[in-house]
DNA sequence: TTATATGCAAACAATTTGCATCCTG
DNA sequence: CAGGATGCAAATTGTTTGCATATAA
């Protein structure tokens, strides 16, 4: 499997997009970055190693990588926008609604059900995401103390 | 099943928190507004009724509705969030990520899947949520036309 | 060389908040 | 009455954009 950088540059370079050296410096921050993080995170990480880099590069960055199918959306969030490199096999997320802890999960009775779900009506799905609100186990616990 | 705004009421008077002739239009005004709205439309509709409503009332309204288990944030928004009044019966979603269209669905294979596998991470689950991202039958129609 | 990218600051849009006033309980 | 709720306008915050300048191809 080729390194993240060379698939981006094939792609950046067949749609007359450049790989200047900010692009090249956030992408391989993103393979340091694993999980779930935001665009603020991101650019805190890169000005690790060069301060420079201005926020609307970061912003602008991750919206074509996210148009190149590279990073996709979370739509977990509580007013900001959680990325997630495209893992190579799907997973989804459990959320505490409590104190916000996000488990991942992999689930090949999902992946089926989807596929034929979209097929009954007509979709042609390319991705999926199933977020499960509720609560953690430390939370069930402290909120049974607590007696609220 | 009593009308929504005698358990809101309840709810609110356990809570300390009042009924006003405000909130009281913003839940009437929910319960004529099915499906999924952002703050400004329920603001709109509100509107219609009393003009003078602010849209921070609402806006404060909603969030409160939130927190009370009444209202629930879609997460599909792009840039803007998404309500729904919590319904009796789980259903998801399948968007169009071309046109927007959004189809509901219902899946009771989901619901038992979803439980078990909370029940595995020790979750305690209060909502779930799935999102199919992917073409329309429209849209698939519509781009094999045009051969992008 | 020349169109694409960047950095900066200003613009935006959705949402929240401070405060004087109003009104429910 | 007293404390919660409202309306208004100002403040915040995440994100986008215009423009002069820098740079990859």
Redesign the pocket.
């Known amino acids: 499997m080729k390194a993240l950088v060379e698939q981006v540059e094939g792609i950046?370079?067949f749609r007359?997009?450049?790989?200047?050296?900010?692009?090249r410096l956030i992408i391989e921050t993103l393979k340091n970055l694993q999980g779930h993080f935001?665009?603020?995170d991101l650019h805190r990480r890169v000005e690790e190693a060069d301060h420079?880099?201005?926020?609307?590069?970061v912003?602008?960055?991750v919206?074509l990588l996210k148009e190149l199918g590279f990073l996709r959306a979370l739509d977990i969030?509580e007013?900001?926008?959680l990325y997630e490199v495209v893992p190579e096999f799907e997973h989804h997320h459990l959320v505490c609604i409590r104190c916000g802890r996000i488990v991942e999960f992999h689930c090949e009775h999902c992946e089926a059900i989807h596929r034929r779900l979209a097929e009954n009506y007509g979709f042609e799905i390319v991705s999926s995401q199933v977020v499960l609100q509720g609560y953690c186990p430390k939370c069930r616990e402290e909120l049974n103390t607590e007696a609220l």
Do not use: A, E, H
């Open positions: 950046l370079k007359g997009k450049r790989l200047t050296k900010q692009r935001d665009v603020q420079r880099i201005s926020l609307s590069t912003y602008r960055t919206n969030g007013g900001y926008t």
